[in-house]
């Protein structure tokens, strides 16, 4: 069967999407691109000009094999349940509606049962081949490395085994056409064009080179420690983690700065797990969840009779955190007087609880955060310069996302991997147009709202299947949650569609509670008035319901 008319049967065309408003081609969910022959041409030349030859055919023979292996799991998704062969022959279609070379399969001797195969394939038109003569002139030995590794990946993946095609003829050394024989790998003997496939010797060069700067150097490079449940390996995301670490295994305060969403408290915890008081306590509290008159008691303890309700003695979080460290979110919601009692526990060690004169010693490390403007607040009159040039010993700015987005992708797995079993399912992948929708969004609500996003698109997604763009509800448009909504449950009844399939996820009502508080501080930017009047309830109902699902996040 002829290469287009199998594309035509298949409707493989129908998969093919230019959307060049959004500077983007897909082939189903796999995002392509078009590249000028004569790129192509300058990438191979500097190539073999800057390395050994082995290695820049190990290079191209690697890139080959990650697009078959691409365009197998292409064939297999959308055409599986056809003919074996039929749907084999797909490859070699593909290949020529991606530029490549028009393929044809001359020989074929295949057992799908017993897992036997010899594949022999007749290449004309080969880029590789015509960019080469052009650059490179007459080889000689066949130079179409991309095509070998394409054949190999393709068909290795299709037969779950290693396959590996290798060049016989080629027109890039004076042949009238280029061939193509493959056979499993063990059919090939101890030959070493395998090694192609098995190592990376760019990578083995460099080690070697490093080696000996190591050495020369006297002393191995600085590596920076095990990031834990920080994930980022960004320019902006090390800068952060780098400062921390220098910080970790001492006593200095730690002053954490960055928008509401962004991860301030794993750092900080991440910041206690690495310093000498990793076997003490660590104590969290909200400065912005609990009300003036009752800051002073949580923070220093309050006496029996200190005040109405106030039945018995009790330690405040510097107490308890005694040894260790104590971290204070949204230090700049902090009234003034409780202000004026921190910089005297700071400054002495000591403190008084509320209502009694006896002084209680305390060894406490802190880390405070805060995403307001703390000079702008001393200006105002709402937070002490004394108290500010005592915290801020030791910034660390943390990110925000969108200025890290290349750990978009490190992050949105490492939450599905969280979520997937809460909700008793097995998620496969994240799609490439799902990821490009997280890439292109401006993430207001930074690491937060992904989380919310990413729990959500885990609910939407089928099980054993993957997260697609459909299920990766941003806030960056009202319409966009609309026309998710109707591609997902297609009934004018959308509302009760959702509680239907909550139901039959087997939901409980806490987490979906949970979920939907989280959608609100979502939608108001992390703003807990306006957050508990969407969901009409008060503000110290929400700040409760939040503290209960931190602590729940924590045990987990």
Wanted: hydrophobic share 40%.
């Amino acid at each position: 069967m002829q290469n287009s008319e199998l594309l035509n049967r298949f409707k493989i065309h129908e998969k093919l999407r230019f959307e060049s408003d959004d500077g983007e081609i897909w082939l189903n969910n796999n995002r392509m691109l078009l590249l000028h022959s004569k790129a192509l041409a300058e990438i191979r030349k500097s190539l073999f000009d800057s390395l050994d030859p082995i290695q820049a055919q190990s290079i191209l023979v690697r890139m080959g094999f990650t697009s078959g292996q691409l365009d197998a799991e292409l064939a297999l998704r959308l055409l599986g349940t056809d003919d074996n062969y039929d749907v084999f022959e797909i490859g070699p279609a593909l290949h020529g509606l991606e530029g490549m070379v028009k393929a044809q399969i001359t020989e074929s001797v295949i057992d799908w049962e017993k897992g036997s195969f010899y594949g022999k394939v007749d290449f004309t038109n080969s880029i590789e081949a015509e960019v080469h003569l052009e650059t490179m002139g007459v080889s000689d030995s066949p130079v179409c490395w991309m095509l070998a590794g394409y054949a190999s990946g393709y068909s290795s993946t299709f037969f779950k085994r290693f396959i590996v095609f290798r060049e016989t003829q080629c027109v890039g050394k004076g042949d009238s056409k280029c061939v193509l024989v493959g056979k499993p790998v063990e059919a090939w003997g101890d030959d070493d064009y395998i090694d192609y496939f098995k190592q990376d010797p760019v990578k083995q060069q460099f080690r070697s080179i490093e080696s000996e700067l190591t050495s020369l150097r006297g002393a191995a490079a600085a590596k920076l420690p095990e990031q834990g449940e920080l994930i980022g390996n960004s320019p902006e995301f090390i800068k952060a983690f780098t400062l921390l670490n220098q910080a970790a295994d001492s006593p200095i305060n730690v002053l954490l700065l960055g928008e509401t969403g962004v991860g301030k408290e794993l750092f900080a915890r991440w910041l206690h797990q690495n310093s000498g008081r990793s076997d003490k306590p660590f104590i969290a509290i909200n400065c912005g969840a609990i009300p003036n008159d009752l800051i002073e008691a949580e923070l220093f303890g309050v006496k029996s009779g200190a005040y109405t309700g106030a039945n018995a003695s009790r330690p405040g979080r510097f107490e308890s955190a005694n040894g260790g460290t104590l971290f204070l979110d949204e230090l700049g919601e902090l009234s003034l007087s409780a202000q004026v009692k921190l910089l005297r526990v700071l400054q002495s060690g000591e403190l008084e609880r509320l209502g009694d004169n006896k002084t209680v010693k305390v060894d406490v490390r802190l880390i405070a955060a805060t995403n307001m403007k703390l000079h702008e607040a001393i200006d105002q009159g709402r937070f002490r310069s004394d108290l500010y040039y005592r915290i801020a010993t030791y910034p660390v700015e943390i990110p925000p996302l969108r200025s890290r987005k290349s750990d978009i992708p490190l992050l949105a797995r490492s939450m599905v991997e969280k979520y997937a079993p809460l909700y008793s399912k097995s998620i496969e992948a994240i799609s490439e147009p799902a990821l490009q929708t997280l890439m292109n969004y401006d993430w207001p609500g930074n690491i937060r709202e992904l989380q919310n996003i990413i729990e959500r698109a885990v609910l939407l997604a089928p099980d054993h299947g993957a997260i697609e763009r459909q299920h990766v509800v941003t806030g960056s448009s009202t319409t966009q949650r609309t026309d998710i909504l109707a591609t997902e449950y297609e009934t004018p009844g959308i509302a009760e569609n959702i509680y239907d399939h909550l139901l039959e996820e087997n939901l409980p009502l806490k987490e979906f509670e949970g979920r939907l508080v989280k959608a609100a501080m979502e939608k108001t930017k992390g703003n807990m008035t306006k957050a508990a009047k969407l969901l009409g309830i008060t503000r110290r109902q929400i700040t409760y319901k939040l503290k209960s699902l931190e602590e729940k996040t924590s045990a987990e």
